[in-house]
């Protein structure tokens, strides 16, 4: 399973915006299938937006269209996640993942993940 280390967490206000960053463990992302998930407390992981690095097709979760942006860069390996108008709602840990051979709505809905990494916490105050 593929490891990524994720950043860019922290505490902000209802309204405010952060934007998350998502590097892979040991290996290049060219090709692969990426995404962004979060597990509220008491609540499963659900899948966010996820992007092909092989054709640039994305995939948003409909609560996510309008907030939510992914986007890459590709010389940096990195994959970031540009939140605004988060509500208490948002509060979660935040994570990456990816497979090398799906396409963004199926990752982003399946997940066949066994594991996650430690992901960043996002906290958004009322």
């Known amino acids: 399973q593929l490891a990524f280390d994720e950043s860019g967490g922290g505490l902000v206000p209802a309204g405010g915006s952060l934007t998350l960053s998502c590097v892979p463990r040991?290996?290049?992302?060219?090709?692969?299938?990426v995404g962004w998930f979060r597990q509220a407390p008491e609540k499963e992981h659900e899948g966010l937006s996820c992007?092909?690095?092989?054709?640039?097709?994305?995939y948003y979760r409909e609560f996510a269209k309008g907030r939510f942006t992914i986007s890459r860069d590709i010389d940096k390996n990195t994959i970031y996640l540009h939140m605004n108008n988060l509500q208490p709602e948002d509060t979660a840990l935040y994570y990456c993942?990816?497979?090398?051979?799906?396409?963004?709505?199926?990752?982003?809905?399946?997940?066949?993940?066994?594991?996650w990494g430690q992901g960043t916490q996002v906290t958004v105050s009322s």
């Open positions: 040991g290996f290049n992302m060219e090709d692969h299938v």
């Open positions: 992007l092909s690095l092989h054709d640039g097709t994305t």
């Open positions: 993942g990816g497979d090398p051979s799906t396409t963004p709505q199926d990752l982003c809905l399946l997940w066949p993940f066994d594991s």
